[in-house]
């Protein structure tokens, strides 16, 4: 069974910054592109962003763009997504989620139980 | 990129009934790269199908997918107590990858 361990959400002020994690023990990591998704209170999904096993291509949603950075440790099983320049907007819930395969556009297979981060002064 | 439009916003009906909800595409979804999740209160997404007519691993024969094209549809043949949740498509044909807005199923 695939685990998806995230860590790392939080309260933080507006313009700040937050490192969130996710751990995947046991999976054979760099064979997956990963991804973040988020949920604001009460609405849908958005894919926030993305990257492929091997760090080549990545990606990121216009509302992201220039602040988040996503990266990975394949030594470690573990995805990142820093966030910076932190807006009351990115409010959310966010959750690590597997891709199906290498691709970077694919459906997600698993999901974490996702992370909190609160964006308030 | 490529909007998706669920529909209803919510269904109401008993358990037993047949559920069937509706996903459709600004444009046409490349190689009918259309998936499913359902989502509980305070729980992550689960897949439930992917291209478009495909069984996740472990999800009931009641759960189908069917379409092309544009317009895609999730059946619920008998719905079970545990099936009222909110249900999301997600189009990953083309990049960017997009999400509907949900349908909301609920008890009547």
């Known amino acids: 069974e695939v685990q998806l361990l995230e860590s790392g959400g939080g309260l933080v002020q507006p313009g700040g910054s937050l490192r969130l994690s996710c751990a995947a023990p046991g999976l054979m990591f760099s064979s997956y592109a990963m991804g973040w998704v988020r949920q604001a209170p009460g609405k849908g999904l958005e894919w926030v962003s993305g990257?492929?096993?091997?760090?080549?291509?990545?990606y990121y949603g216009d509302s992201v763009k220039g602040r988040f950075t996503i990266s990975r440790d394949n030594s470690k099983n573990t995805l990142y997504l820093q966030m910076n320049s932190l807006r009351v907007e990115d409010t959310a819930v966010y959750y690590c989620a597997k891709s199906h395969s290498g691709w970077l556009v694919d459906y997600f297979d698993y999901w974490g139980q996702g992370t909190l981060v609160t964006v308030s002064s | 990129e490529i909007v998706l439009t669920q529909s209803p916003g919510t269904l109401s009906l008993s358990p037993g009934e047949r559920a069937t909800l509706s996903c459709r595409a600004s444009?046409?979804?490349?190689?009918?790269?259309l998936a499913w999740y359902q989502q509980k209160p305070g729980q992550a997404p689960r897949l439930l199908i992917s291209?478009?007519?495909n069984r996740a691993t472990g999800i009931p024969d009641r759960f189908s997918g069917s379409g092309s094209g544009t317009d895609f549809t999730l059946t619920i043949s008998r719905l079970e107590p545990e099936d009222f949740a909110v249900y999301y498509c997600q189009q990953y044909g083309t990049s960017p990858s997009t999400f509907g807005q949900g349908t909301r199923l609920e008890i009547k």
């Open positions: 444009q046409s979804i490349s190689s009918n790269y």
């Open positions: 990257i492929e096993g091997n760090s080549r291509r990545t």
């Open positions: 291209v478009a007519s």
